[in-house]
Antibody, heavy 120, light 110 residues
Framework: EVQLVQSGAEVKEPGESLKISCKGSGNSFTNYWIGWVRQMSGKGLEWVAIIYPSASDIRYSPSFQGRVTISADTSIDTAYLQWSSLQASDTAMYYC?????????????WGQGTLVTVSS | QSALTQPASVPGSPGQSITISCTGTSSDVGGYNLVSWYQQHPGKAPKLIIYDGSKRPSGVSNRFSGSKSGNTASLTISGLQAEDEADYYCCSFAGSRNLVFGGGTKLTVL
């Protein structure tokens, strides 16, 4: 069974750094595109970034380019999303999700979400 | 890239059919058969219900169907049930390994 398990909720202050994770299981990771999606409270889904772990192929949404960094460690089937300096506007739920095999036609599997709260 | 345009809300009655539209441009929806639709219940992660424009993942009810005409994709739900009340989002490939979501539609089953 394919599962994406995300790290737990985080509470940070503005200016702090943060790295959240998404661990895949069940042959779910290395040869698939893994993306991150943001959902601010009461708002819609926004695509943040995507990575093909085995090739370190990366793409960022223009809205998030320069504000976050996506990475992956294929040895432990884990993808990451990190911030070097958080802002209050980064407060949101962040989901990781896996694209379907050989297709950009849909995110087939989703993690449970990681709630990031940035507040002083 | 701008978000795809969806109606903010759609009402429906049990047993009825409803359609949710998702309008983009020739650079995303109109340019590829790579639109997906997601159902999200409150407090839950999104669930894929349509991929590649019109295909259903295993286990998704055949009451859900997808189509496209020009720059507008559509999700139709037939035989509405109370459990279908949720938020629905479309998403399209937008070229150069970019993706774009719609703003979401709240389906209310009255």
């Amino acid at each position: 069974e394919v599962q994406l398990v995300q790290s737990g909720a985080e509470v940070k202050e503005p200016g702090e750094s943060l790295k959240i994770s998404c661990k895949g299981s069940g042959n779910s990771f290395t040869n698939y595109w893994i993306g991150w999606v943001r959902q601010m409270s009461g708002k819609g889904l926004e695509w943040v970034a995507i990575i093909y772990p085995s090739a370190s192929d990366i793409r960022y949404s223009p809205s998030f380019q320069g504000r976050v960094t996506i990475s992956a460690d294929t040895s432990i089937d884990t993808a990451y999303l990190q911030w070097s300096s958080l802002q209050a506007s980064d407060t949101a739920m962040y989901y990781c999700a896996r694209l379907m095999a050989a297709s950009w036609g849909g995110f087939e599997y989703w993690g449970q979400g990681t709630l990031v709260t940035v507040s002083s | 890239q701008s978000a795809l345009t969806q109606p903010a809300s759609v009402p429906g009655s049990p047993g009825q059919s409803i359609t949710i539209s998702c309008t983009g441009t020739s650079s995303d929806v109109g340019g590829y058969n790579l639109v997906s639709w997601y159902q999200q219940h409150p407090g839950k992660a999104p669930k894929l219900i349509i991929y590649d424009g019109s295909k259903r993942p295993s286990g998704v009810s055949n009451r859900f169907s997808g189509s496209k005409s020009g720059n507008t994709a559509s999700l139709t739900i037939s035989g509405l049930q109370a459990e279908d009340e949720a938020d629905y989002y479309c998403c399209s490939f937008a070229g150069s390994r970019n993706l774009v979501f719609g703003g979401g539609t709240k389906l209310t089953v009255l």
